[in-house]
């Protein structure tokens, strides 16, 4: 026997997630600890890459597995596929390793065609229920098979509610259904040229492969690259036996969390809807009746229910979201996963789970997945403002947080505002659907008029930390006329609204948002967190403010001060400018002369904010003209302040162009060129240290002065030489002892190859991996952005490699450079502060490349310490 493709539920477990993706795999774990779970089988994740190796074909091989394995379930359920009397009706699930909440399409009742649904009808005495059935069939495997999505099936069932003169699907009869299933039919005969597959089997085969086509669909792609999920791992298929929500009043379908996915509060929380199917309660078809409503309409259920849930927590040791289906009275499992929660509810949770001594703190701190805290790290309202402001309305606090933005009507707008306009922006919608992932990702927060608290905005809203409120039903919309009415109010596109997540409520107005600050269960985690890592977490920031917000935030030190960013501060930038265009080393110096003290003063702020902490300060980088104005007003102004023809200016600003100024006059050559710019930064640094030290006598300052853009060991002597000679002087003059170190920056290919030379000179590396990735890949990062979505689609990259570090080839570099510096001196500072630095798969590298920190942005400073805590753990594992 060759490989085998397809497992029975009852063959599975919960641990062959990769093999069996992870509905596939709980469905056999569920089935193991004896759950009521309708059986059936799972095709494996490595059918889909086979389907895929093939050309988009299941082979006869599989196909005939999966036929033996269909054949096995007639035999389980004693159902027949086709069969009149007794029909096999299943589900086809798809189910990917991580799970893509709504990514791919699902579909139920597959194995009714035109006679199978008449004798259906009679066998249960219950013809409404059997065409019911057969209509959503045609719809989802219409839509999954055409990829048309769902809205012009739902534009068909509206016109018939209409014509019937009622409001809800469940007041359609039979013959109204019968005939919808008509229609449908008749659509896919137009769209697809053939008639609707009445062979169950065929029916099979090409629900299956539209399964391991929708793992290509652009939203999944999408979704991948957002978390960080292969395109090789490929999704499974399930294919379960049908239970049926829809048979009547004593039958429905819910979805439940074993605590609030919102709060963390340990409740049990759902939603179900009586005569229901499938996503009914997702889709926000009808408003659903919440959980405890169960308790009392069937006590029973419930309590059976109520066991279950607890047992599958106890058993996975973590919040449950599940799924099930009511079928007369008799409970069904269909499905769970640990549950996607909100940061805030994460935290909660994880302490809560170690006090009740389900989990230990290590396993606390893997359970939070790093990225989500920065919902927790941006704005919530201010108390005073929110005071002053009334809410014009309220819906239900789908995802927590505080939003405030200008109104867009559709997921489009709200990239193209963002992304095109800056703007912040709240994506408003009668309710949102998988395809609006990218813009609601963009959007400040999202409003919908329809749905409830797992409906398809708050699941992916919370998932993502956006700010939702969901189901507000007082909202008028007309999403095509781009206009809603609330609170007695028109909102057009662009007005100002804010939404207030944890609450619900809505205002028509832009209300002020503070910063956010770690307390309570944040605090306990990041407290473990600090105590399991041993990767040090510095910040990039170049003003006293930021310094003190990412100490707040625990930052140890700084690892990335730029200097440049001062200069353009408008009392600066004339000396600044003059510096640039001195034709002379004289009237350099006077210009730099001007600028010392600003710049000491820049210094001794950071210094104060940082209470001691070490301060890595870079030498001036940027190409030379970007400082100088452009408009021909400011060059004017120019001339006359430094009395200089404005031809002649003209001319200086020109000769200072650059075909390509990344890789032109910067960095560390603007000191070669220029020492006297190095000597200015260095006696600023000096001084600024010496004047804290003396406020502070108890304070470890030794300034880290860090040379960019070093490819050569003699350029780095160079400019090292410059600043020894300077400090000496400055040290000397003050009478005071001070140490400081000099250390560069490995962002050019040339540097991570001659580490071992450059160790020579250099007290501690920091890898800038912004521009060793761009030089190294040899596109520029300001530019790659308009060609990297042709990469994506064509799946050459996965990732933007700046945001997410190569570890292949840039990381190789890192590698080489760690290696060769320690070689030379053992005991050199290794850091890293590019973007990178932030992003916690590259922290976990970090980690296992032995650095000694890395430097990140103030706002992902606690995101860096859980990552690399995680980092520890893992590898101590
Ligand atoms: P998703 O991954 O999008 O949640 P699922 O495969 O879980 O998709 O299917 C969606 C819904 O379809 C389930 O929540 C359940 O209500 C319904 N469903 C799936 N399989 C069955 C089945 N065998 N019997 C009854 N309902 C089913
Ligand atoms: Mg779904
Ligand atoms: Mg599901």
């Not at 053939?194 to 065929?202: A, I, K, R, Y």
Request: hydrophobic share 40%.
């Amino acid at each position: 026997m060759g490989q085998k493709y397809v497992y029975l539920f009852s063959e599975g477990n919960g641990k062959m997630r990769e093999l069996l993706g992870g509905k596939g795999a709980n469905l056999a774990e569920m089935t193991n600890l004896g759950m009521p779970v309708p059986q059936g089988f799972t095709i494996t994740t490595e059918v889909c890459t086979q389907y895929y190796a093939d050309g988009e074909a299941i082979n006869d091989e599989i196909k005939s597995e999966i036929m033996t394995y269909v054949s096995k379930m007639e035999e389980i359920t004693g159902k027949k596929f086709g069969d009149l009397e007794n029909p096999l009706l299943v589900s086809v699930r798809s189910g990917a390793r991580a799970s893509m909440p709504g990514m791919m399409d699902t579909i139920l009742n597959l194995g009714l065609n035109d006679v199978v649904v008449e004798s259906f009808a009679k066998k249960t005495g219950n013809p409404r229920f059997a065409y019911d059935s057969y209509r959503r069939f045609i719809q989802m495997y219409s839509d999954v098979v055409m990829e048309v999505g769902k809205a012009y099936f739902e534009k068909l069932i509206d016109e018939m509610k209409e014509k019937k003169g009622v409001k809800l699907d469940t007041e359609l009869d039979a013959e109204d259904l019968k005939e919808l299933a008509r229609l449908f039919k008749e659509e896919y005969k137009l769209k697809i040229g053939e008639d609707f597959p009445q062979n169950p089997t065929d029916q099979l085969m090409g629900a299956i492969e539209a399964v391991f086509r929708s793992w290509n669909n652009p939203r999944a792609i999408y979704y991948r690259r957002m978390n960080d999920i292969p395109s090789s791992w490929g999704t499974a298929v399930n294919v379960q036996a049908m239970v049926f929500g829809n048979m009547g009043n004593t039958s429905g379908t819910g979805v439940a969390f074993s605590r609030n996915p919102a709060t963390g509060e340990q409740k049990l929380y759902g939603e179900f809807l009586m005569n229901a199917q499938g996503e009914d309660v997702v889709a926000g078809v009808r408003t659903p009746q919440t959980i405890d409503q169960l308790k009392e309409q069937n006590p029973k259920v419930y309590e059976e229910f109520y066991k279950i849930v607890y047992t599958l927590e106890k058993h996975y040791r973590d919040m449950q979201d599940m799924e099930f289906t009511i079928e007369e009275g008799k409970l069904y499992m269909l499905q769970t996963r640990n549950g996607k929660r909100t940061a805030a509810a994460a935290l909660k949770i994880a302490c809560d789970l170690v006090d009740e001594g389900m989990i230990s703190e290590e396993e606390a701190v893997l359970m939070i997945d790093p990225k989500q805290l920065d919902a927790l790290l941006h704005p919530q309202f201010d108390n005073e403002a929110l005071k002053q402001a009334k809410p014009i309305s309220s819906g239900l606090p789908a995802s927590p947080g505080a939003a405030c933005g200008q109104v867009v009507f559709t997921a489009e707008d709200a990239t193209n505002w963002a992304v095109n306009k800056g703007a912040k922006v709240i994506l408003v919608r009668l309710e949102t659907s998988p395809e609006d992932i990218e813009g609601m990702n963009y959007a400040q927060g999202i409003l919908t008029v329809r749905g409830g608290m797992t409906s398809h905005a708050a699941v992916v809203a919370r998932g993502m930390g956006t700010c939702c409120v969901s189901g507000c039903g007082d909202i008028k919309i007309n999403e095509e006329a781009k206009v809603f009415t609330l609170g007695g109010k028109e909102f057009h596109e662009g007005d100002y609204i804010s939404l207030d997540g944890s609450t619900g409520n809505i205002y028509g107005e832009a209300i002020k948002t503070v910063a956010a600050t770690i307390s309570g269960n944040f605090d306990r985690i990041m407290t473990w967190a600090d105590k399991y890592r041993t990767l040090k977490v510095r910040t990039n920031a170049d003003t006293p403010k930021d310094a003190a917000q990412a100490v707040s935030f625990g930052a140890e030190g700084i690892g990335l001060c730029r200097t440049e960013h001062m200069f353009f501060d408008s009392k600066r930038i004339s000396a600044m400018r003059e510096m640039i265009v001195s034709k002379t080393v004289e009237q350099r110096k006077t210009a730099l002369t001007k600028l010392l003290p600003m710049q000491r003063e820049d210094f001794e702020g950071i210094y104060e904010a940082m209470k001691g902490f070490p301060v890595t300060i870079r030498f001036l980088d940027p190409p030379l003209h970007e400082f100088l104005p452009t408009e021909e007003e400011d060059i004017k102004e120019l001339s006359k302040e430094m009395n200089l023809d404005i031809n002649e200016l003209k001319a200086i600003i020109s000769s200072l162009h650059e075909f390509n100024p990344m890789m032109g006059h910067r960095g560390c050559r603007l000191a070669v060129s220029y020492p006297e710019i190095a000597e200015m930064q260095t006696t600023a640094v000096i001084e600024a240290a010496i004047n804290v030290k003396k406020a502070h006598p108890d304070w470890n300052m030794v300034p880290e002065i860090m040379i960019p853009l070093v490819g050569e060991i003699k350029e780095l002597a160079y400019v090292k030489g410059i600043v020894d000679q300077t400090a000496k002087t400055v040290i000397e003059k003050a009478g005071v002892d001070l140490k400081y170190m000099v250390g560069t920056m490995i962002e050019i290919p040339r540097a991570a190859i001659t580490a071992d030379e450059i160790a020579k000179e250099a007290e501690f590396f920091s890898f800038g991996t912004n521009d060793l990735t761009q030089m190294t890949f040899g596109f520029s990062r300001d530019d790659a952005g308009s060609f990297l979505g042709s990469y994506y689609d064509k799946k050459i990259y996965e990732n933007d490699p700046f945001a997410r570090l190569d570890q292949k080839g840039v990381g190789k570099l890192v590698k080489m450079g760690a290696e060769l510096g320690r070689k030379t001196r053992p005991d050199i500072k290794l850091g890293i502060c590019g973007e990178h630095g932030g992003d916690p798969s590259s922290i976990e590298f970090c980690h296992n490349t032995g650095l000694n920190y890395v430097s990140c942005s103030p706002f992902r400073v606690p995101i860096a310490r859980l990552a690399a805590a995680q980092a520890a753990i893992k590898s101590n594992k």
